[in-house]
T-cell receptor
Framework: GAGVSQSPSNKVTEKGKDVELRCDPISGHTALYWYRQSLGQGLEFLIYFQGNSAPDKSGLPSDRFSAERTGGSVSTLTIQRTQQEDSAVYLC?????????????FGEGSRLTVL | AQSVTQLDSHVSVSEGTPVLLRCNYSSSYSPSLFWYVQHPNKGLQLLLKYTSAATLVKGINGFEAEFKKSETSFHLTKPSAHMSDAAEYFCVVSGSGTYKYIFGTGTRLKVLA
């Protein structure tokens, strides 16, 4: 597709279960970002990929969170042993540029609800 | 280090009246500045960006913003609000040569009929 695609759009899970969220960026975009948006909050940076490598994982809130990117394209964010505080919208963005002047293109997000 | 402050969490305007959404930034380097809009249950969309060219930046849907270095501000304006402008708006700063984008906490714009 032409834009950033995220799946699932909605996920309801039970506390303690693992979840995987997928992001398919715009073709050719080397930079990929994951953000978390909690209700009424701004965007919280989670991780940045340049190609397949993640030079900045500083925003991952705990070791229950991990992410990978394969083939310089699709990325998966995995949350293990989910907790209620993980409930949020997880947004993925990609960019053609690896510097600060590039526009970020966002997907519509994956809304995670942990019961 | 960079930071950004959106001075109003909520703004209400009547349809047809001007819009002003305020943003102040802090940056150790020449910043790039952006405004994004998020409609309900949608991703963020770029409205406009400043990257050290003209200080008055025009964006989509009639929005514009002025970079004022002396005031460290990048306020978003529109002469006449439309009902479709109701959304959440985010001011974003990024430092020169970096990959990091710092988002403000957002301003929810309500447009009254």
């Amino acid at each position: 597709g032409a834009g950033v695609s995220q799946s699932p759009s909605n996920k309801v899970t039970e506390k303690g279960k693992d979840v995987e969220l997928r992001c398919d960026p715009i073709s050719g975009h080397t930079a990929l970002y994951w953000y978390r948006q909690s209700l009424g909050q701004g965007l919280e940076f989670l991780i940045y990929f340049q190609g397949n490598s993640a030079p900045d994982k500083s925003g991952l809130p705990s070791d229950r969170f991990s992410a990978e990117r394969t083939g310089g394209s699709v990325s998966t964010l995995t949350i293990q042993r989910t907790q209620q505080e993980d409930s949020a919208v997880y947004l993925c963005a990609s960019s053609l540029s690896q510097t600060n002047t590039g526009e970020l293109f966002f997907g519509e997000g994956s809304r995670l609800t942990v019961l | 280090a960079q930071s950004v402050t959106q001075l109003d969490s909520h703004v209400s305007v009547s349809e047809g009246t001007p819009v002003l959404l305020r943003c102040n930034y802090s940056s150790s380097y020449s910043p790039s500045l952006f405004w994004y809009v998020q409609h309900p249950n949608k991703g963020l969309q770029l409205l406009l960006k400043y990257t050290s060219a003209a200080t008055l930046v025009k964006g989509i849907n009639g929005f514009e913003a002025e970079f004022k270095k002396s005031e460290t501000s990048f306020h978003l304006t529109k002469p006449s609000a439309h009902m479709s402008d109701a959304a959440e708006y985010f001011c974003v700063v990024s430092g020169s040569g970096t990959y990091k984008y710092i988002f403000g906490t957002g301003t929810r714009l309500k447009v009254l009929a």
